[in-house]
């Protein structure tokens, strides 16, 4: 209950700290909405008594109240709506950087490893917009609850038995949530239909999937399966749809003889003198508003029921976050330079929910100010070991030292900041390029000669160079005036990115070079060969995982993994004189661009 309480609190303080004032007004215009109906109700029976009794002082005053009552309807219905869409409109800005501040902020990828959590982030992500709903659901449930009350008052006020109208109310409320549940359980169970559905139809329509489509003539098909999935998809809800109806039209009987039975009582009470004739103009107002009432609670408890739930996944993984935060138990600040190196002791890794051990006690030294190249095939390890000297994740088994300090005593953000890299899988920032290659280093985001230098050392000068409006072009196709970069120029730019610090103990490069051609790689890898020995008095490592040997073998040291142990280690001259594999694939590549 505390959990519940909490989650309500966490979610509804998005819509108040995203727009207070628009917030307070949304939930005062629902409730001024909620009592124009009954008002409205009560002053037609007024105006019917006073004329009946020719009393036209009363019979204008009512007539004032019906008049001021719909003024209010009319206007608070605008602002109302404003409100909505302006609560709505932040609050899901508000959540949106919430989410990524959170799951950004989680320093370990281990967490990407267990499907649990993949679920749990999948559903967030999806149904994120609940988290900017609970204002307004509960802003509706406010305003159902101020309808139903004074409404179910005013009918008291008449006769007490009429208060049955609104018990009435419970039953139909619970019916029409019956009926909601089986669209929802319905929606459930088409859940991974749909989402077929909808893969079908982007891969159909999209650019992306173009080529393929084409060559192997795969739309048909595709229209084929899609017609089979809608079909399943359809027939499911059109029969969950069904039901409801027939659900519905239960309730519609309960409801139309609770309000003959209504209507009935208050007219025998007219004839039997204990009513008068504008009761029975109220009572019949009164019993229509109740219907509303009870049709939109419905649907404003139905939304926050789902909004809780919603806020206690969020509430789930703010927990989670704060857990996977929490600092080392004796930090200590990395070095400003490396003078020994970094350690590998030993280290055991199996990735969660995985019983293969990917890496076996690999103990392995990376002496500072050195270029080290890891080379083995596929599988071999090489990703995992510099994802762990990243911190991504940590050993299950030994431990990695940094100039004899143990790696997990670092604050995980500041031993980033000493890092840098580039990757197989980058990232295409669709920014400025400047902006694309400054956000390693943001303090020089707008210094041209730092940026300048790291795309230098990239090798991607020409790249910005041939753009229209150089470091300040938009990259990306989708946006006015934007650039679209091929693969190897974007590769180029993520490398520019992770060469602009100036100052990483340690510089990891994973395949960052796969899309371009070997001539390319090699030119590339021998500049931050010759950066790397220049910064030598820093003691940078820097660590280089290829495919292709010619680049690998003007590394200081080469260590060749397989099957997640180091089979061999030396120089390129030292592996060379002792073959082993690295020996036979090397005379291998070779050979073949002979
Ligand atoms: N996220 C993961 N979850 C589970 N197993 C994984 C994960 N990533 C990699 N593995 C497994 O760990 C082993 C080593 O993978 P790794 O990516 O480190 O190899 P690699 O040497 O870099 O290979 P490649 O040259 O193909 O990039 C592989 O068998 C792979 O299937």
Redesign the pocket.
């Known amino acids: 209950m505390r959990d519940t309480w909490k989650a309500f609190l966490t979610t509804i303080s998005f819509g108040f700290r995203a727009a207070r004032w628009h917030a307070v007004f949304q939930i005062l215009t629902e409730i001024a909405l909620a009592l124009t109906g009954p008002l409205i109700a009560y002053s037609a029976g007024n105006l019917v008594d006073a004329a009946a009794d020719s009393d036209l002082e009363r019979a204008l005053t009512a007539g004032f109240g019906i008049a001021a009552a719909t003024g209010l309807l009319i206007v608070a219905q605008y602002y109302n709506a404003h409100c909505v869409f302006a609560v709505l409109e932040r609050t899901q800005a508000l959540s949106d950087r919430t989410l990524m501040r959170l799951l950004g902020g989680i320093g370990s990828?281990a967490p990407?490893?267990h499907p649990k959590y993949l679920d749990q982030i999948q559903l967030l992500r999806e149904e994120r917009e609940s988290l900017a709903e609970m204002t307004n659901a509960t802003a509706g449930l406010v305003s159902a609850v101020v309808g139903f009350g004074t409404t179910a008052l005013l009918l008291a006020d008449v006769h007490p038995a009429l208060i049955s109208l609104a018990l009435l109310a419970f039953i139909s409320l619970w019916i029409t949530s019956r009926a909601n549940d089986l669209a929802v359980d319905a929606q459930e169970d088409t859940g991974e239909p749909e989402r077929l559905r909808r893969h079908l139809f982007d891969i159909g329509t999209t650019a992306g999937a173009g080529k393929e489509l084409r060559i192997f003539g795969l739309t048909r098909e595709l229209v084929r399966r899609h017609h089979q999935v809608s079909d399943e998809v359809l027939d499911t809800r059109n029969r969950a749809a069904w039901r409801g109806a027939a659900l519905k039209s239960v309730d519609a009987v309960i409801n139309a003889a609770g309000f003959f039975g209504a209507i009935a009582l208050v007219v025998w009470l007219a004839v039997e003198g204990r009513a008068t004739p504008g009761d029975v103009v109220m009572v019949v107002g009164l019993t229509i508003e109740m219907a509303a009432v009870v049709a939109t609670s419905v649907g404003y408890s139905g939304d926050f029921l789902w909004c809780l739930k919603q806020a206690k996944r969020y509430l789930w993984l703010e927990r989670f976050a704060a857990e996977a935060a929490q600092e080392p138990d004796e930090p200590v600040a990395p070095p400003a330079t490396l003078t020994h190196g970094i350690d590998l002791v030993d280290v055991t890794y199996r990735?969660?929910?995985?019983e293969?051990t990917?890496?076996d006690g690999v103990s392995l030294h990376l002496p500072a100010g050195a270029v080290v190249a890891?080379v083995?095939?596929?599988?071999?390890?090489?990703?995992?070991?510099?994802?762990l000297l990243c911190d991504f994740y940590e050993p299950d088994d030994g431990r990695i030292q940094v100039d004899g300090v143990d790696l997990r005593r670092f604050p995980v953000p500041d031993w980033r900041s000493r890092l840098t890299g580039a990757f197989?899988d980058f990232v295409e920032l669709r920014l400025p390029a400047r902006e694309a290659i400054g956000v390693a280093d943001t303090s020089r985001i707008d210094d041209d000669v730092a940026l300048r230098g790291a795309l230098r050392r990239a090798g991607a000068v020409s790249v910005v160079d041939g753009l229209p409006h150089g470091l300040d072009t938009r990259l990306g196709r989708e946006w006015d005036g934007g650039v679209e970069l091929s693969g190897g120029q974007w590769q180029k730019l993520a490398l520019a990115r992770g060469l602009l610090r100036t100052d990483p103990l340690l510089a990891v490069f994973?395949?960052p070079t796969a899309a371009l051609d070997p001539q390319t790689e090699h030119a590339l890898f021998e500049r931050f060969a010759a950066a790397a020995r220049e910064g030598k008095s820093r003691g940078t490592v820097t660590l280089l995982?290829s495919?292709r040997f010619s680049t690998v073998r003007m590394a200081d040291l080469i260590v060749v993994?397989d099957g997640?142990r180091i089979r061999e280690m030396g120089s390129h001259e030292h592996l060379m004189a002792h073959p082993d594999l690295y020996a036979e694939l090397y005379d291998l590549q070779s050979s073949a661009y002979r």
């Open positions: 990828l990407h490893e990735y969660p929910g995985s293969r990917v890496l890891l083995g095939e596929n599988g071999a390890g090489k990703s995992t070991l510099v994802k197989q994973d395949e995982v495919h993994l997640g």
